[in-house]
Every structure is written in structure tokens, then in C-alpha cells.
């Protein structure tokens, strides 16, 4: 058999075992390209494939697991901001009063739409960081809350 046609043989076995669809090779003046339709994968092939979540969370940083030191923590200062670019009114609640989660902190008017905003956690009022009536741009921070445990 011709060196060359042996060569190719092993090429088109070697592209078949690694799942290649396309080879090309050129040596001196010789120039082969070889091409194959793409194996249809079978689910035995899935089957032997390790999910891909499994190596993303080891077990060991669980919170169980963690010392209570490196726990999260919530911050001393939440700022909440602006969903939109618009008007912002803001609710009757002094400085230092408690708010709950969900409860209404601020309107953003855009083009006559009211959009409220609510404090993401429960919380004591520390600042408003805008003025009643003042355009707000997206991001902006409309307050500052310090975050209470929910129990």
C-alpha cells in the first residue's frame, strides 16, 4: 500500500477517535484536508458526562461547614438607589425611623408613571441622600438604611 494512503488512513482514525471533523495538513508540496460529519451524540455519551455544577460549589464551603468568622455579614450602610432616570418623591418617614422590608420608600415619575421604590431589607432610616421633587438618574442613591435582622 502507498506510504501516503496508509498516513491518510491513520489521520482519518486518529480524527475519529478525537471527534475532529476537519484535518488539514501540508507538508512540502503535499496538501491534504480531510473532513467528516460531526458523531451524533448518543445518550450514553450524556450519561458518562459529569455535571457540569458539580466541580462549581465543593462541599466544604457550605455554611454549615464554615467557621462563624467568615460568615456574610450585612453591611452598616445600604444604599438604596434609583431603578430609573426621573422624579423622585419621596415617602413621609423621618430620619431614624425603622422601615420593613418592602415598604415604600420613594416614587420615580417617569413620563407621568409612577415606579415606587421599597427598601430591599428591614432597616433603620439613616439618610435621604436626594430632595423631595429632585430629578434622580439611573444608579443614583435616593437613601441610606442600616440593615436589622428579620426575626
Known amino acids: 500500500m502507498n506510504e501516503w494512503l496508509e498516513q491518510v488512513e491513520q489521520l482519518a482514525q486518529l480524527m475519529a477517535q478525537r471527534g ?15 473532513r467528516r460529519p460531526p458523531t451524533p451524540t448518543t445518550p450514553h455519551d450524556t450519561e458518562t458526562m459529569p455535571p457540569l455544577f458539580m466541580t462549581a460549589f465543593p462541599a466544604e464551603a457550605s455554611p454549615a461547614n464554615e467557621p462563624e468568622e467568615s ?10 438607589r434609583s431603578p430609573l432616570v ?9 430620619v431614624g425611623k425603622r ?10 415619575e417617569v413620563l407621568g408613571i409612577p415606579n415606587e421604590v421599597s427598601a430591599p431589607v428591614p432597616g433603620i432610616l439613616q439618610e435621604w441622600a436626594v430632595e423631595n421633587g429632585q430629578p434622580v438618574e439611573y444608579g443614583q442613591v435616593i437613601a441610606r438604611l442600616q440593615p436589622l435582622s428579620e426575626e
Open 99 to 108: 422601615v420593613e422590608r418592602g415598604e415604600t420608600l420613594a416614587t420615580i
Open 20 to 34: 475532529l471533523t476537519r484535518l488539514e495538513i501540508e507538508i512540502d508540496d503535499a496538501r491534504v484536508q480531510l
Open 71 to 80: 460568615r456574610w455579614t450585612p453591611p452598616a450602610v445600604l444604599e438604596v
Open 86 to 94: 426621573g422624579y423622585c418623591t419621596l415617602a413621609p418617614i423621618e
